[in-house]
Nanobody, 120 residues
Framework: QVQLVESGGGLVQPGGSLRLSCAAS????????MGWYRQAPEKERELVAV???????NYADSVKGRFTISRDNAKNTVYLQMNNLKPEDTAVYYC??????????????WGQGTQVTVSS
């Protein structure tokens, strides 16, 4: 049993900032890649940013230079700092983590999602 609990979403004006967090808990051996995805209304879910267990990162072109992904391995938590937010960033943001559940079982797990709305 594992759990990903997200927080930090909300309503912000264009140009503002938000910081999302996602904390993992439960039974697992290790967490490999963690990432943030988002899904706007009637759109497909898209990758926003990912970070490996050793700290390597990758970003979607649309957020590069504005968003920063980071993680605290001691806390099993991944963060997404979002600066200079734009209306097109409005979406439900989902945390994803690739777990090693036990010696022979590995797979992805999703958080419940948190709403980010950028509007005047």
């Amino acid at each position: 049993q594992v759990q990903l609990v997200e927080s930090g979403g909300g309503l912000v004006q264009p140009g503002g900032s938000l910081r999302l967090s996602c904390a993992a808990s439960g039974r697992f051996i290790n967490i490999y890649t963690m990432g943030w995805y988002r899904q706007a209304p009637e759109k497909e879910r898209e990758l926003v940013a990912v970070i490996t267990s050793d700290g390597s990162t990758n970003y979607a072109d649309s957020v590069k230079g504005r968003f920063t992904i980071s993680r605290d391995n001691a806390k099993n938590t991944v963060y997404l700092q979002m600066n200079n937010l734009k209306p097109e960033d409005t979406a439900v943001y989902y945390c994803n983590a690739n777990f090693q559940y036990n010696l022979w079982q590995r797979g992805d797990y999703w958080g419940q999602g948190t709403q980010v709305t950028v509007s005047s």
